[in-house]
Nanobody
Framework: QVQLVESGGGLVQPGGSLRLSCAAS????????MGWYRQAPGKERELVAR???????KYGDSVKGRFTISRDNAKNTVFLQMNSLKPEDTAVYYC???????????WGKGTLVTVSS
């Protein structure tokens, strides 16, 4: 049974940083692309970042240069380091496992990130 459990969300001031974690189980983590998506109120879910099994990465345009995705295959965990946070980064952040075509196949329940003074 695939499980993805996010942690690390919370309230942070503009310009601050947060690090999200996603612990995975139930599948061969090292062989899968892992990703982070986010969904703000009234908006569609959008790609934040993804990291492939070969460690190649892709970022959404709005987070390039501020966010960094990484993975630790020994711990079956994917991370999202978020720096220089802006109010528009406020959203529920979801971890996902994706198939070979980068289509998400499993989702976590999400963690809320609120950027506000």
């Amino acid at each position: 049974q695939v499980q993805l459990v996010e942690s690390g969300g919370g309230l942070v001031q503009p310009g601050g940083s947060l690090r999200l974690s996603c612990a995975a189980s139930g599948f061969i983590f090292s062989r899968n692309t892992m990703g982070w998506y986010r969904q703000a109120p009234g908006k569609e879910r959008e790609l934040v970042a993804r990291i492939s099994s070969d460690y190649s990465t892709k970022y959404g345009d709005s987070v390039k240069g501020r966010f960094t995705i990484s993975r630790d295959n020994a711990k079956n965990t994917v991370f999202l380091q978020m720096n220089s946070l802006k109010p528009e980064d406020t959203a529920v952040y979801y971890c996902c496992a994706a198939n070979a075509l980068y289509v998400p196949s499993h989702w976590g329940k999400g963690t809320l990130v609120t950027v506000s003074s």
